[in-house]
Antibody, heavy 119, light 106 residues
Framework: QITLKESGPTLVKPTQTLILTCTFS??????????VGWIRQPPGKALEWLAV???????RYSPSLKSRLTITKDTSKNQVVLTMTNMDPVDTASYFC???????????WGQGTLVTVSS | DIQMTQSPSTLSASVGDRVTITCRAS??????LAWYQQKPGKAPKVLIY???SLESGVPSRFSGSGSGTEFTLTITSLQPDDFATYYC????????FGQGTKVEIK
């Protein structure tokens, strides 16, 4: 059974750096074809892809946020970490961790974690 | 960047209705399109991938069609559990979601 769970701060101040961790089970991020990604959703708004990391350490970032994002993995801990710098109130959103295997769509989702950016 | 435009933004329908949601891509995405359903306070779940492939466990009243730049999600007989927000997502070049279609009770 595949599960993913996001963790991190619920409140960050403007200009701070956000660090979110996705802890997963039921698969290995060393298996060929497996990817883990991050998606966010501001309250009442649409979904937005942020970043994806591949089993072979390849990475893809949203072009509009690339300068602020870093995605890494720790296969020994079954974790993927997303770092977003220079947080702003417009970054207030639920952040979801997702698993991809068959194609580049999200097969499985974490429950999401709400991050509020406010002073 | 590939832009995805969904219509309508909101759809009012009754149980038993046939419902169609449209998604248009700003350039051809071949068949690289998925549809998700999201209920309030929950994570989305995939319904259809590669335009028309039904995800395991998803009722057969859901279907998808299209190619290139125009795609549709159809629910043949709307059920109470189907009132939710639906998103399309292209995965031909990076990933982009549509803005969502809320299906509400008429």
């Amino acid at each position: 059974q595949i599960t993913l769970k996001e963790s991190g701060p619920t409140l960050v101040k403007p200009t701070q750096t956000l660090i979110l961790t996705c802890t997963f089970s039921g698969f290995s991020l060393t298996t060929r074809g497996v990817r883990v990604g991050w998606i966010r959703q501001p309250p009442g708004k649409a979904l937005e892809w942020l970043a994806v990391i591949y089993w072979d350490y390849d990475k893809r970032y949203s072009p509009s946020l690339k300068s602020r994002l870093t995605i890494t993995k720790d296969t020994s801990k079954n974790q993927v970490v997303l770092t977003m710098t220079n947080m702003d109130p417009v970054d207030t959103a639920s952040y979801f961790c997702v698993y991809m295997m068959r194609d580049n769509f999200a097969d499985h989702w974490g429950q999401g974690t709400l991050v509020t950016v406010s002073s | 960047d590939i832009q995805m435009t969904q219509s309508p933004s909101t759809l009012s329908a009754s149980v038993g209705d046939r419902v169609t949601i449209t998604c248009r891509a700003s350039q051809s995405i071949s068949s690289w399109l998925a549809w998700y359903q999201q209920k309030p306070g929950k994570a989305p779940k995939v319904l259809i991938y590669k335009t028309s492939s039904l995800e395991s466990g998803v009722p057969s009243r859901f279907s998808g069609s299209g190619s290139g730049t125009e795609f549709t999600l159809t629910i043949t007989s709307l059920q109470p559990d189907d009132f939710a927000t639906y998103y399309c997502q292209q995965y031909s070049s990076y990933w982009t979601f549509g803005q969502g279609t809320k299906v509400e009770i008429k």
